[in-house]
């Protein structure tokens, strides 16, 4: 990480830093470059582009985020699942990390409870820490993870959490990057650097690379699962559309009844 970038980290907090970044790309000139076409479609937004925008910390994917409500590949994958699922009818959801165009109309849909949580204050409603989450055992029908246990220094104990919090036949609905060329998660505690880190896992802030093992964690604390794979699902028109060729896929981790 570049010396300027940590100036520019240490002086504006996250959420300014957000903030900024967001008004960057929904200026006008923006949409007005992108809003002409029809070749690819926002499911969160219900907006029609020419094409998605590059996105990328190191190495920028095509056709990735949205130019109107900033969704990416992950965002669209998990809300044309979400939408009209059994999981938003009279539940009650736990949200890490919220994207907030997700969050948002989460927070409009009828649902018993919904509370966002992450370990900054200026990202969700709540301050949640993930591997000591502060609500009682079988709360939640739904927890909704993506992308933070390769983050979290003691992923194990977050799952215990994860499966703690869930009521049984809960569902937890988690995203991750998985790399398949690796056939057990790469990972190193002895390295406590942000060098150390980008040189092992190639970005500076994860803890670990998982790889084809990566469901076993879950299994060990009680969990079954299944996996949803939008490919398996839509036809490639539809991937087309919106954008999902890099989505990946949705891990649905269950506590299974008594």
């Not at 990416?72 to 009818?89: A, C, I, N, Q, V």
């Not at 992450?118 to 993506?146: G, P, Q, R």
């Not at 998660?185 to 390295?191: A, H, K, P």
């Not at 490639?236 to 559309?241: A, G, R, T, V």
Request: overall charge positive; hydrophobic content about 35%.
């Amino acid at each position: 990480m570049s010396y300027l970038k940590k100036i520019y980290q240490f002086i504006l907090p996250k959420y300014f830093r957000a903030s900024i970044h967001n008004l960057y790309w929904k200026t006008w000139k923006v949409k007005l470059i992108f809003d002409k076409g029809n070749n690819v479609s926002c499911n969160c937004c219900n907006k029609n582009f020419s094409k998605f925008l590059a996105y990328g910390d190191y190495k920028k994917r095509e056709n990735a985020r949205c130019p109107y409500c900033l969704s990416l590949e992950r965002t669209r994958m998990l809300w044309g699942f979400l939408k009209d699922s059994k999981y938003l009818k009279n539940t009650s959801i736990l949200h890490f990390a919220p994207s907030k165009v997700i969050e948002d109309k989460l927070k409009k849909k009828s649902l018993v409870n919904y509370i966002s949580g992450d370990i900054d204050k200026s990202l969700a409603m709540e301050v949640v820490d993930i591997t000591n989450i502060k609500y009682n055992s079988n709360y939640f029908d739904v927890v909704l993870c993506s992308h933070v246990l390769s983050v979290v220094k003691n992923d194990i104990q977050a799952i215990k959490e994860l499966y703690r919090v869930l009521k049984f036949g809960g569902t937890l609905i988690l995203q991750e990057y998985i790399f398949e060329i690796f056939e057990n998660t790469l990972e190193d505690f002895t390295i406590t650097t942000d060098k150390e880190r980008f040189k092992t896992y190639g970005k500076h802030y994860l803890m670990r690379c998982y790889g084809k093992d990566f469901t076993n964690r879950f299994v060990e604390e009680g969990f079954t699962f299944e996996v949803y794979d939008p490919k398996k699902v839509l036809t490639e028109e539809k991937i087309k559309q919106y954008g999902l060729q890099n989505s990946g896929v949705l891990f649905l981790f269950r506590k299974e009844q008594q």
